[in-house]
Structure formats: C-alpha cells, structure tokens
Nanobody, 120 residues
Framework: QVRLVESGGNLVHTGGSLRLSCAAS????????MAWYRRAPGKEREVVAE???????TVASSVQDRFAISRDYKNKLLFLQMNNLKFEDTAVYYC??????????????WGQGTQVTVSS
C-alpha cells in the first residue's frame, strides 16, 4: 500500500519561503515518479514540479525562478523549496506518485494535501 504524507504548509507573508516535504511509503517501483501539484481556490489543479525516477526534474515555467524540487531517493522523500512566495501561490499543494504496482500496472497515488497561504 502506497501512502504519501505532505508537511510544511503554512501561512507566510509575500516574499517568504517554505519547504514542503512528502514522505512516501510502499514499493519503490510504485513511487518511481513523483511530483507536486497545487490547486488554488477556484482554479484547476496544476502540476508545479516533477521528479522522475531517472533523476530528471522539471518545474513549471510560472514558478521555475522561485521553486525547486528535489528527492531523497534512499529515504523516499520529496521536497519543494518555494522562495519569494507570492499571493497567487496560495493553494493546497499535493504530493503525487506514480509507478508500477505488484500487478505490473502503472498506478497513481495522491497525498492528502498541505495548505500554503501567502498573505500580503
């Protein structure tokens, strides 16, 4: 059973920084590819940054000058460093993992989300 637990969300002023963490449990292959998504109030969920199992990382162009994604593969941790936060970064941030399960099929998993609120 794969479980994703996010932490690090908080209330912060504009210009501040936060580091989100996601702890994954379960089969390594089931969490091969991981990512951060966010859903702002009244908006669709969007991908923020991705960290594939082969080490490749991508960050959405809208935040790439302020956000960075990293992974601790040994301890199954995923991080999102967010700097110079803006009001529009206010959202629930979700950890996502995808990979091959015991049945050989690719599965997708979500964490419960962590709230990031940026105030002026």
């Amino acid at each position: 059973q794969v479980r994703l637990v996010e932490s690090g969300g908080n209330l912060v002023h504009t210009g501040g920084s936060l580091r989100l963490s996601c702890a994954a449990s379960g089969r390594d292959s089931s969490t091969a590819d991981m990512a951060w998504y966010r859903r702002a109030p009244g908006k669709e969920r969007e991908v923020v940054a991705e960290a594939a199992g082969d080490g490749r990382t991508t960050v959405a162009s809208s935040v790439q000058d302020r956000f960075a994604i990293s992974r601790d593969y040994k301890n199954k941790l995923l991080f999102l460093q967010m700097n110079n936060l803006k009001f529009e970064d206010t959202a629930v941030y979700y950890c996502h993992a995808a990979g091959r399960g015991e049945d050989g099929l690719r599965h997708s998993y979500w964490g419960q989300g962590t709230q990031v609120t940026v105030s002026s």
